[in-house]
């Protein structure tokens, strides 16, 4: 094993004991559970009302969750998931031991990183089995609503993926924001700041170029007929986070630690 | 004469326009407990950060174990465990889990955090959250953290702060037994000389930024030695003070009655008391005096006036 893959591997796993009995886990999975369960309840109560006889009820279902997700849910619960992972470090005063280890100093910022991302990814992975099982319990406790006629696992993963990858640049930009600065207000200020921008700036023609706006973009094309996998915001989005992270990695190496 | 463990030439640190620390020449032999001394403010948390590779130094050299640090950090710290300020604990978790993180990061046996938690005695307390923990106790797991990779060179930054007499008595205790037993070179930081006089075999006098004092305990207890004084109660100061000066002492007038006289030892005072008796001077009162270490140490590091006692002091201490 390389030295590189042996200090990503002793440092994520501490970094995932350092979760345990905090928020952060739960808050991964509760957070996409939360939004698919209370779907799952309108749907249940009233969507007899809004679901046409007959007519296919997976996209309805599909975007009554992934369009509120994108657009509002996603900003906010990246800055929070950054800012508690981070500010438990920052409440303990544990960079500057972090710093005095026998690793390198690129290693700290990485597992923290690789942490977090771990998290985000399993946030989604919840929010897409929730989507599947939601869909496929509604089709067995309301047959009315006709979900067990469709099959849409293939459209439902491609639509997961691309908010995943459409909000990667959200997450290591609220990242960076959050293991640079000690205050949890500051963050998670800024991030509910970004996301409100582009609420209120959401009919500028060019807000598709504002990373804010790019899960959006990315779960919108679910709609679309024949759209290819990838959406110029995920190429954003991923390419962006890559020279975050990379500048992130450089920066965070060479800095005193006072 | 074989290398200091730590050796620092000429290290200066600036932050901003502060010159906090200038041209430090600190030499650390191996073995011994160096205890690192200055008031708040003088900057020796900021020496440890360097030490440690935490800060960049302006100007000036860094060697561990022979070795430069900027080019060898890794290796160099591999060989070193660390307390900064306070302890780095995550109180969430319990003890045990906290040296299960950093077991984990330095990748060490899981036999090592039995051996630790009982080298600071924390084993019935182990699975308990540190947020329930006292001061003291989180001062112990910070330096069972410190141990974990059972490093040569332990550098702790004030490792007594804040706890209380017999916490204080408890870390010394621990200390020298890490250095007498365990062979450690222990390199401590504290703003308080009494706190650590009895522990340590080597002292550094940190002053705004400048070594003021560095050797040997002896060396510091010599220099405390080589000032005393005899302060004399006379009825007739300014005829006490003639018969002194013409005998070739220093002599100052302190009050209305009362002359000080430095001497070299206390066998000078009964001399000096008899040259007195023999010229006409009623002497009510004689008290010798010397500096103690504190009081050394507060000249080293403080303009104000050296202050004296009226006895032998012992040193303040809680064992």
Known sequence: MSTFHLYLRRGVSAEVLKLKHTWALWLSLLAPLSIVSMTFLVFFFKGHLFLKPGSNPWFTWAMNNISPTAQLLVPLFLALLTALVNGTEHQSGGWKQLYALPVPRWSVFLNKYLLLLGLVVLSYATFWLGLLVGGYLLGLVRPGLGFQDYHHVQGISLGTFRVLVGSLFIFTLQFCLSFQFRSIALSMGLGILFTMAFLIGSRWEHIGFYPYSWPYFSAAVFQAKNASVFVPQMWYSLLGSLVLLVLGVWTSSRKDIQ | ?319
């Open chain 2, 1 to 319: 004469m074989k290398e200091p463990l730590i050796s620092t030439h000429q290290l200066t640190y600036r932050y901003g326009p502060r010159e906090i620390l200038q041209g430090l020449d600190l030499q650390i032999p191996q073995g011994c407990i160096y205890g690192f001394l200055g008031p708040n403010g003088a900057g020796k948390t900021t020496t440890i950060r360097l030490l440690l590779g935490l800060l960049t130094p302006t100007s000036g050299s860094i060697r561990l174990f022979g070795r430069e640090l900027r080019e060898q950090r890794i290796p160099i710290l591999q060989r070193v465990g660390a307390l900064i300020e306070t302890p780095s604990l995550y109180r969430h978790l319990s003890g045990h889990d906290n040296l299960e993180v950093m077991r984990r990061m330095l990748g060490v046996e899981k036999k090592r955090i039995a051996e630790v938690l009982q080298i600071v005695r924390l084993q019935p307390d182990a699975h308990r959250p540190v947020k329930h923990y006292s001061l003291g106790m989180c001062q112990r797991l910070g330096i069972a953290l410190a141990l974990l990779s059972d490093p040569e060179l332990l550098i702790l930054d004030e490792p007594t702060n804040g706890l209380d007499p017999s916490g204080i008595r408890e870390m010394r205790e621990l200390l020298k037994d890490l250095n007498q037993e365990h062979g450690k070179t222990i390199f401590l930081s504290s703003h308080l000389l009494s706190e650590i006089e009895k522990t340590v075999s080597h002292v550094g006098i940190l002053h705004q930024g400048q070594l003021a004092f560095q050797g040997s305990v002896q060396e510091l207890q010599q220099a405390t030695l080589s000032a005393a004084y005899v302060e004399v109660e006379v009825d007739n100061p300014l005829m006490a003070k003639e018969i002194l000066l013409t005998n070739g002492y220093s002599v100052e007038k302190l009050g209305q009655n009362v002359i000080r006289v430095t001497v070299q030892d206390k066998e000078e005072a009964a001399v000096l008391n008899q040259c007195l008796v023999l010229g006409g001077v009623a002497v009510s009162g004689l008290a010798f005096s010397t500096q103690s270490l504190e009081d050394v140490f507060l000249s080293l590091t403080d303009a104000a006036p050296m202050k004296t006692q009226t006895s032998i002091p012992e040193p303040i201490s809680f064992a």
